[in-house]
């Protein structure tokens, strides 16, 4: 059984970085390709950025610059860096995982760590 699990989220003030994690386990982990996605207050959930198994990176509209996905092929484990956070960004980050199996890909997705970034 796939389970993902955030971590990291929190309290930060305007400009602070915040590293979030998610742990993946019940993958075929070099088949599975990661990704963040985040929900902010009044708009529907967004691509912040996806990773592939061999590390090409990926980012949604107008991520790129602040936020930094990475994965430890060891730990089976995906981080988000998110650099000079902004009000805007206070939402729910969720992970992803699409994993290649049997021929099909599945998605399998976190119940999401929050972050709220203070004025």
Do not use: H
Request: hydrophobic share 30%; proline share 3%.
């Amino acid at each position: 059984q796939v389970q993902l699990v955030e971590s990291g989220g929190g309290l930060v003030q305007v400009g602070d970085s915040l590293t979030l994690s998610c742990s993946a386990s019940g993958t075929i982990w070099m088949s599975t390709s990661m990704a963040w996605y985040r929900q902010v207050p009044g708009k529907q959930r967004e691509l912040v950025a996806t990773i592939t198994p061999q590390g090409k990176s990926d980012y949604g509209d107008f991520m790129q610059g602040r936020f930094i996905i990475s994965r430890d092929n060891v730990k089976n484990l995906v981080y988000l860096q998110s650099n000079t956070l902004r009000p805007e960004d206070t939402g729910i980050y969720y992970c992803r995982a699409r994993m290649f199996y049997s021929g099909t890909y599945q998605e399998y997705w976190g119940r999401g760590t929050r972050v709220t970034v203070s004025s």
